[in-house]
């Protein structure tokens, strides 16, 4: 490991280590402390609102209690039924609570129960003289103000609670009657429900001992109410008989002490995760829950950490930066010795490295100059003594001699790991046979084409031993090069030195006695894992025969077609005679047969003029001989022959060509013959009737001719054999008996030969299309000694 | 010079094709001087006095190639402005050439023509040729 690495790595893992700690630390401590507080202002807000709502209920238990004690409530109800005033004080009483109601909102209806249970005063008359005397308000009411909780009044047919209070005989304290207050609850809910300021999810809600709501729930509304129950943990505990002793004789206070047990963390009646507190209300029996979302309570921890993170990233960069400049401090001078060491290395004694620094290393830099000076010094005397008695010659051939040895050493190496595992050394050993002894000439260099490795073959191919070979230049002027042009040889170097890419030819050398022959060469370049260039492998096979075979077989077709063409001539002219009657007028019959020789001899003289063109184009021989052509007259020419076989199938022709068709730099006999053989193919190959079209277009690069049929197709089989030599497809063979199987690949040759390319599309029964392109830039001349039709 | 028929020697050493043109020539109304070799050719050019009006020659001779036999025409005066028609189993441009560098009239591959397509190019050349000696005869016309 580098040591700027070592120091970012050892900077980063005490940063990351604190920074983790810190970050641990301070999250547990901040939760702890958010929990307290969460507790404590729970527990105190469940409490006063507690308060607040004793008070209230105090409140109103009072007002009842001095409405029951006012005179006129209880005059009335000492007065006899009889009197002539009793009916003119119920009306005036009615009177003066409805103006009680009209100022007090909350309050639904005032009325006053007789001894008996009866509504004696009422502001709802319609109720005047029901009985009540089994109603929970007129019984709790008879003894002392009670408060009837919340319920379902049939009678107005809405919640309500009733505060109900007893009106008694000021001098004598005999019970008169009970006054009953029936309140709306709207006033109430708001009371309970108003918020402490905990957060969004904060909800404070009443239940009675029957564990049902009679507020409304802050997430689910007023449809709750004495409908649905809320039997949660907290609610359990709230009505512990233990609870309701305690908080009956010594009200809340003492329970602060114990804030963590009056906290409850669970779930509450929608099964969500809450904190909640809770109360107990002796008055009523009632509970109250005061609770909040756990989600929301501690939502400030991702808050903590998003701002713990930002602050660790940004304070990771700094240090990183700072790890940075530091470690390149002490690198840098460190680097800048090790690069000395390099140069000095090479052999620049010269260098002194530039490190002024008063440290350790500045004082390492100081000795290195001084050990580089020292060096010199001694180098020099060397060299001196080394100069006089060595000459180069000597020196290069030792070098020489080092390498082989090198190469010897890594042999024995190989040796060695042979010996190590059986398995490899086998192998090795195969494929060291299999390169030694194949037919090929094989030779492995270094990157300067010094010959490293040479196999049996490069003896028995170029005359020269292995030995003669290690250590010069392959395919050097010594060796079995440098009979070629000097631009071939720097073109090939470039290729696999510079541009490392694998070479693929053909190259004529010379053997150790002198002979040539010609080799067809594999040159690859082995690259080092930097890529650059560490051997070369060399393969060549000495081809010189099989050119020779070729050249003959070539020769042989030619030099046999020429021969037929005497025979030939000899049936063409007789039969011609004969047909024209120089011989004696001939029957019908004999004429029809001398006509089928006479064409019969013109398919002969076809096939033998197509093996000609064939073999002058395999043999290379043929001229190219480009001149500025115009292709649609190329065309026309061509189809003037064609016209009148085209007349005979009543065939339909359609020929477009591009206007502003330029000329371009072909040999037009090899194009027209191209142009000739895929004309005659459509016609011949398409019913009467049918149509052949011809279309020559431009774009940037190539002039395309397409020639598309209506006719037989080709079967997808023969696709890859279309273009193979004496290949007929299928189909047509039994369709037109007459035809080489030369022509397309004639035609294939020739557009090769030109720059062009040749491919088509064919569906079978519906037609063919072919197309060739010729690049606008035009064809290579090439010199030969033959053309076509020669 | 103006014989009835025009006189056409063919130089050709296939017998049979030689039998065949001979045969035609005849036909066509003019008068074959039939040669098997190219020796028989210089013979019969030599001993007679009346010059043929056109020359058939068959570049393929057993005995000649025909560039030694157009040169031999060449070098002497009395034979050197006899058009020859080159009739030849093989036409590579070195030959084509050659000949008709050496004043040969027209090159043409045997077996693609017919032989009365042959015959009509030469008379074609008699035809010619005989009108450039009715010019030099009258330099004045």
């Known amino acids: ?790 | 010079m103006s014989a009835q028929f025009p006189k056409l020697m063919v130089i050709e050493d296939e017998s049979l094709l030689l039998q065949a043109i001979t045969k035609k020539i005849k036909l066509t109304g003019a008068e074959p001087i039939s040669c098997l070799s190219a020796e028989q050719a210089l013979d019969y050019l030599k001993n007679f006095t009346e010059t043929p009006d056109c020359i058939w020659l068959d570049y393929h001779l057993k005995d000649m190639d025909g560039l030694t036999f157009m040169q031999k025409l060449k070098e002497n005066e009395a034979w050197k402005d006899i058009p020859v028609v080159v009739v030849s189993n093989s036409a590579s441009p070195e030959k084509v050439n050659g000949m008709l560098a050496l004043g040969a009239k027209k090159y043409l591959l045997k077996a693609e023509h017919r032989l009365d397509e042959i015959i009509e190019v030469v008379k074609q050349f008699i035809i010619e040729e005989k009108g450039e000696i009715i010019n030099e005869k009258n330099p004045g016309s």
């Open chain 1, 1 to 790: 490991m580098k040591i700027r690495t070592k120091i970012y790595v050892s900077f980063l893992t005490i940063f990351v280590l604190v920074a983790s700690l810190i970050g641990l630390v301070t999250g547990m401590y901040t939760t702890n402390i958010v929990r307290n507080k969460i507790y404590t202002y729970l527990h105190l807000g469940n409490q006063t609102k507690a308060e607040h709502i004793r008070t209230f209920l105090r409140d109103q238990k009072n007002s009842t209690k001095i409405l029951a004690g006012t005179l006129s409530v209880e005059q009335y109800l000492m007065r006899k039924n009889t009197d002539t005033e009793y009916l003119s004080d119920r009306d005036l009483l009615a009177e003066c609570f409805g103006k009680i109601i009209e100022n007090n909102p909350n309050i639904y209806e005032i009325f006053v129960l007789n001894t008996d249970g009866k509504i004696v005063v009422t502001t709802d008359k319609m109720q005047l003289g029901l009985d009540k005397s089994s109603d929970a308000y007129f019984i709790g009411g008879k003894n002392d103000t009670y408060i009837k909780n919340l319920y379902y009044s049939e009678s107005i047919g809405k919640i309500n609670y009733t505060i109900s209070s007893p009106v008694r005989d000021d001098k004598t304290g005999n019970l008169l009657g009970v006054i009953v207050v029936r309140y709306d609850p709207k006033n109430f809910y708001t009371i309970v429900k108003n918020e402490n300021g905990l957060g969004k999810t904060e909800e404070n809600f009443l239940v009675n001992k029957d564990n049902f709501f009679i507020t409304p729930s802050l997430f689910l509304g007023e449809s709750v109410i004495l409908k649905q129950k809320a039997e949660t943990q907290n609610v359990n505990e709230c009505f512990d008989p233990k609870e309701i002793e305690y908080v009956t004789n010594h009200g809340y206070g003492g329970l602060a002490e114990t804030v963590n047990n009056e906290i409850v963390e669970a779930k509450d009646y929608r099964n969500v995760d809450i904190i909640a507190s809770h109360a107990y209300i002796p008055e009523t029996g009632w509970c109250l829950v005061t609770k909040i979302d756990k989600k929301e309570a501690f939502g400030f921890r991702t808050n903590l950490i998003l701002i713990y993170l930002s602050i660790f990233i940004s304070g990771g960069f700094v240090y990183v930066l700072t790890a940075f400049f530091i470690s390149k401090k002490i690198t840098d001078p460190l680097k800048a010795l090790a690069e000395g060491a390099q140069k000095v290395e090479q052999g620049d004694f010269d260098y002194k490295t530039n490190i002024k620094t008063e440290d350790e290393i500045g004082a390492l830099s100081r000795s290195f100059n001084k050990m580089t000076a020292a060096v010199k010094t001694s180098r020099i005397e060397i060299e001196t003594k080394v100069s006089q008695q060595t000459k180069e010659i000597t020196e290069k051939s030792l070098d020489l001699e080092n390498q082989q040895k090198a190469i010897l050493n890594i042999l024995e190496d190989v040796e060695e790991e042979k010996n190590k595992t059986q398995d490899l050394a086998t192998d090795l050993q195969k494929f060291k046979l299999a390169v030694d002894s194949t037919a090929e000439h094989i030779v492995i260099t270094d990157s300067e084409g010094i010959i490293l490795y040479a196999n049996q073959a490069v003896k028995s191919i170029t005359g020269f031993d292995s030995k003669e070979v290690l250590g010069k230049k392959a395919g050097n002027k010594d060796l079995w090069g440098g009979i070629m042009d000097k631009k071939i040889y720097e073109d090939f170097w470039t290729q696999i030195k510079k541009d490392k890419k694998p070479f693929l030819g053909e190259f004529n050398n010379k053997r150790k006695d002198g002979s040539k022959y010609i080799a067809q060469a594999n040159v690859s370049p082995v690259l080092d894992k930097d890529g650059n260039v560490a051997f070369f492998v060399g393969i060549e096979r000495d081809i010189t025969k099989i050119k020779d075979i070729d050249r003959m077989k070539t020769e042989f077709i030619s030099l046999a077609s020429h021969q037929l063409r005497t025979p030939l001539s000899a049936m063409k002219w007789f039969s011609e005679m004969l047909l024209a009657g120089d011989a004696g007028k001939l029957t019908g019959e004999q004429t029809e047969y001398v006509n089928n020789i006479y064409q019969s001899n013109e398919r002969m003289v076809d096939l033998v003029n197509s093996l000609l063109n064939i073999s002058r184009i395999e043999s290379g021989r043929i001229i190219i001989n480009p001149s500025p052509t115009d292709l649609g007259q190329l065309v026309n020419d061509a189809l003037t022959e064609l016209q009148n076989k085209i007349k005979e199938k009543e065939q339909n022709l359609i020929v477009s060509v591009h206007p502003n068709l330029p000329k371009i730099d072909i040999d037009p006999k090899l194009i027209r013959e191209v142009y000739n053989n895929l004309l005659t193919n459509a016609i011949k190959y398409t019913p009467q009737k049918g149509e052949i079209s011809i279309f020559i277009s431009k774009n940037e690069t190539d002039i395309l001719s397409q020639i598309t049929d209506t006719g037989y197709g080709i079967p997808k089989k023969d696709y890859d054999k279309l273009f193979q030599k004496f290949y007929r497809g299928e189909n047509i063979v039994k369709l037109e008996t007459e035809g080489t199987g030369l022509g397309l690949y004639l035609a294939k040759a020739i557009i090769e030969s030109s720059g062009g390319k040749i491919w088509f599309e064919s569906e079978e029964g519906k037609g063919t299309s072919f197309w060739f392109s010729l690049p606008l830039t035009g064809s290579v001349p090439k010199k030969g000694d033959v053309s076509i039709d020669s």
